[in-house]
Nanobody, 120 residues
Framework: QVQLVESGGGLVQAGGSLRLSCAAS????????MGWYRQAPGKQRDMVAI???????NHADSVKGRFTISRENAKNTVYLQMNSLKPEDTAVYFC??????????????WGQGTQVTVSS
């Protein structure tokens, strides 16, 4: 199995910045895409940003120009730098990885989530 552990969430004022980190561990054979999703109360979980193993990225329109996803393949870690935060960015942020362990086929894995709260 693959475990994803997020860190870096918290409370910040509007206009501020946070950096989320997510480290993957376990009996990992390979990791493909990694990314971040978020879910606000009463809403569905939406994609925030995705990064491929080769470094290609895709950011949701709502965060383009403010958030930047990156990764360190050697550390199996993905980051989300969030700048110019807005109250509407308040949500639980979930780390995602499409990974393969030695004894299994590739599949999706999720972290437990980290709360980001932006006050106005």
């Amino acid at each position: 199995q693959v475990q994803l552990v997020e860190s870096g969430g918290g409370l910040v004022q509007a206009g501020g910045s946070l950096r989320l980190s997510c480290a993957a561990s376990g009996n990992i054979f390979s990791i493909g895409a990694m990314g971040w999703y978020r879910q606000a109360p009463g809403k569905q979980r939406d994609m925030v940003a995705i990064i491929t193993s080769g470094g290609g990225t895709n950011h949701a329109d709502s965060v383009k120009g403010r958030f930047t996803i990156s990764r360190e393949n050697a550390k199996n870690t993905v980051y989300l730098q969030m700048n110019s935060l807005k109250p509407e960015d308040t949500a639980v942020y979930f780390c995602y990885a499409h990974a393969r362990v030695i004894s299994d086929n590739p599949r999706d894995y999720w972290g437990q989530g980290t709360q980001v709260t932006v006050s106005s």
